[in-house]
């Protein structure tokens, strides 16, 4: 009857002292640098870090002043407020003219200036009833020039302005003067109905460009 034999191998134990051994040169492969491992350098920006870490900061002083922490969001009782655009951040031809009482001043030639910005072939000019913005057009003829003044009043009775001074020097040329006479001066709503008035279309009342062949 044949017999089969089966045999195991056991790894004899590790003594104590080759346990240290390869305990100490774990340590030292570790912590050695020469055996290949790379060191990793963390670049550091130079000056004060003004606003921490990437992502977070902490608060000025006026924010915490301003209570922002208490509406965030996430909270269902976050708070938007809508804020109006100003005559600064909004086109003057998109604000209606106002009431202009007699007893209120002219504004100053600063802020004309400023205003004369916003405005496209306007110029500040002095006349006999005070500071006023000036603007000409040329145009292809006669009938061209009577066209572009009705379209001016039009616009100029739509915004409740008074009635510009409008004058046809040429056959081809329309001078519009513009101020608030009632104070002597100029006012906003000079300016607003100067931007309303660079609106119109006046693409077919222009002089035809030749052609040269």
């Not at 603007?135 to 009635?163: Q, S």
């Amino acid at each position: 009857m044949a017999t089969a034999s089966v045999s195991f191998s056991f790894l004899a134990p590790l003594s104590s002292s080759i346990l240290r051994r390869h305990t100490a040169f774990s340590a030292s492969y570790n912590a050695s640098p020469r055996w290949g491992r790379r060191r990793h350098l963390l670049p550091l920006a130079q000056g004060p870090d003004l606003l921490g870490d990437f992502g977070a900061r902490d608060p000025f002083p006026e924010e915490v002043e301003s209570n922002f922490c208490e509406n965030v969001l996430g909270n269902t009782d976050t708070l938007h407020r809508i804020l109006i655009p100003n005559i600064s951040a909004l086109s003057l031809a998109q604000i209606s003219c106002e009431h202009i009482s007699p007893s209120q001043p002219p504004i100053s030639a600063e802020d004309a200036e400023r205003l004369l910005r916003k405005v496209v072939g306007w110029r500040l000019v002095d006349g006999e009833g005070g500071m006023r913005i000036q603007c000409p057009w040329k145009v292809r003829d006669y009938r061209c020039g009577l066209e572009l003044i009705t379209r001016i009043y039009h616009v100029a009775e739509a915004a409740g302005h008074c009635f510009p001074n409008l004058h046809l020097e040429q056959p081809n040329q329309v001078r519009a003067e513009l101020w608030t006479a009632s104070i002597g001066g100029l006012t906003t709503n000079d300016f607003i109905l100067a931007a309303k008035i660079d609106l119109i279309e006046t693409s077919d009342l222009l002089p035809k460009k030749r052609i040269w062949a």
